[in-house]
């Protein structure tokens, strides 16, 4: 990541997917997320919520507690705990991909990506700073979180600047 890594990315932006699944990032973003590499990796979060990461920070991130299963699987210690691996298996295989980002932060949303967003081609989005990733949302569905959060913001600042 740039050296602008440890910036938050912050803020909301109304977004118009085109008629071929791509989005344009807001350029206010570009100073606080420009993967080096220019590769990122999409992840489904929510029914309604992608999340866009930096490659190398989805991959620190990731990495090291995937190791953590793997070495318990060695071991033997998840023997009783196989349908709750298999589970796992799953949703990793299917939860996040790579992605190459265009020209003018463009980023094409996969198919199985799309459907989980629940947004047509050609139809609004709301691009959203989280901190330390960018949000994509249905707007009904940002709406109804934000609703369902908003008033616990001073106590979450609290939390997190103490």
């Known amino acids: 990541m740039s050296d602008k890594s440890n910036e938050l990315i912050v803020g909301e932006f109304s977004r118009r997917l085109d008629e071929r699944y791509r ?11 420009k993967p080096d590499s220019g590769k990122c990796v999409i992840a489904k979060e929510r029914p309604g919520c992608l ?22 699987l060695k071991l033997g210690d998840l023997e009783q705990k ?6 796992f298996g799953r949703i990793l295989s299917t939860r996040h991909r ?7 932060s ?23 700073g989280a901190a330390v990733c960018i949000e994509i949302w249905h707007p009904q569905k940002w709406v109804n979180y934000l609703e369902g959060e908003i008033s616990e913001f001073r106590t979450l600042l609290d939390t997190l600047s103490h």
């Open 23 to 33: 989005l344009t990032l807001p350029a206010e973003f570009e100073d606080v997320f």
């Open 51 to 72: 999340s866009l990461w930096g490659e190398e920070t989805w991959k620190a991130k990731l990495d090291a507690r995937v190791d953590l299963v793997q070495q318990r």
């Open 82 to 87: 196989m349908p709750e691996l298999q589970r």
């Open 98 to 104: 790579e992605l190459q980002l265009a020209n003018r």
């Open 106 to 128: 463009r980023v094409l949303l996969p198919e199985g990506f799309r459907e989980f967003l629940a947004v047509e081609a050609g139809k609004e989005v709301m691009v959203i």
